[in-house]
T-cell receptor
């Protein structure tokens, strides 16, 4: 059974810092991994999707990497801003089964 | 990407009542998913709704409690029946860009509080 863990559970950084969020999964037989952002009480916004054959994806200040063999993904946020404050979720897609979500990392960027 | 609209965005309900949540997508999609997010928790899939067939429910969720309709390729509803305070959650509609392996897109969610 696939399990997804996100570390840390919460993170507070000053504005301008670069930061890394971690996601690990137990079963490396995945199709893809997706990172989402969730603002309080709201839905999820898709940030990046990495296919199992890819090593990384970039969008603006965000870079997500995937090491399937070790069961790890990282989300790198460059030059963090207060508007980046949100909960970041990773979800693993193993094919014809529901996505498995981590519990998220709650990020606070302090001005 | 897909644009997904959910109604209501939030509601306060009385114990024992039922509420229907609507999900409208701006394009035709084969598969729609309904998730629940309980306070402080991550997302749990309730069911997969396919047009023209019965919804497929995950373990722990039953049709009598969460009936789902999928009348066409752009619309679905989820009803939360006979609500109790334990049903207080955010309910999220989601669509996939391609079957089970495509990118997933979410609506804004419906935040239900049951008193």
């Amino acid at each position: 059974k696939q399990e997804v863990t996100q570390i840390p559970a919460a993170l507070s950084v000053p504005e301008g810092e670069n930061l890394v969020l971690n996601c690990s999964f137990t079963d490396s037989a995945i199709y893809n991994l997706q990172w989402f952002r969730q603002d309080p009480g709201k839905g999820l916004t898709s940030l990046l999707l990495i296919q199992s054959s890819q090593r990384e994806q970039t969008s603006g200040r965000l870079n997500a990497s995937l090491d399937k063999s070790s069961g790890r993904s990282t989300l790198y946020i460059a030059a963090s801003q207060p508007g980046d404050s949100a909960t970041y979720l990773c979800a693993v897609n193993s094919g014809n089964t529901p996505l498995v979500f981590g519990k998220g990392t709650r990020l606070s960027v302090i001005a | 990407s897909a644009v997904i609209s959910q109604k209501p965005s939030r509601d306060i309900c009385q114990r024992g009542t039922s509420l229907t949540i609507q999900c409208q997508v701006d394009s035709q999609v084969t598969m729609m998913f309904w998730y629940r997010q309980q306070p402080g928790q991550s997302l749990t899939l309730i069911a997969t709704a396919n047009q023209g067939s019965e919804a497929t429910y995950e373990s722990g969720f039953v049709i009598d409690k969460f009936p789902i309709s999928r009348p066409n390729l752009t619309f679905s509803t989820l009803t939360v029946s006979n609500m109790s305070p334990e049903d207080s959650s955010i309910y999220l509609c989601s669509v996939s860009a391609g079957a089970f392996t495509g990118e997933l897109f979410f609506g804004e969610g419906s935040r239900l509080t049951v008193l």
